[in-house]
């Protein structure tokens, strides 16, 4: 659901995980993000956890990077 209220298609969020920049915060946990210049909203990223599989948690917008 939130994926369509921010405007966030499927091939969008495998385009920010396949070709974003990643920030581990562990071993097991990170943000990919991406800047798509035809969104206002700033960067896309995906928060994801890597386990047995690959698990998006969140998808967020108006991301910034510190």
Same mark, same amino acid.
């Given at each position: 659901?939130?994926?369509?209220?921010?405007?966030?298609?499927?091939?969008? %969020? &495998?385009?920010?995980?396949?070709?974003? *920049?990643?920030?581990?915060?562990?071993? /097991?946990?990170?943000?990919? =993000?991406?800047?798509?210049?035809?969104?206002?909203?700033? %960067? &896309?990223?995906?928060?994801?956890?890597? *386990?047995?599989?690959?698990?998006?948690? /969140?998808?967020?917008?108006? =991301?910034?990077?510190?």
């Amino acid at each position: 659901m939130r994926m369509v209220e921010r405007g966030i298609s499927e091939t969008l %969020l &495998l385009d920010v995980i396949d070709s974003g *920049e990643t920030r581990y915060r562990d071993a /097991t946990h990170l943000w990919v =993000f991406k800047d798509f210049s035809e969104r206002s909203d700033n %960067l &896309l990223c995906a928060v994801l956890v890597l *386990e047995d599989q690959l698990i998006v948690k /969140t998808v967020m917008h108006h =991301f910034e990077v510190l």
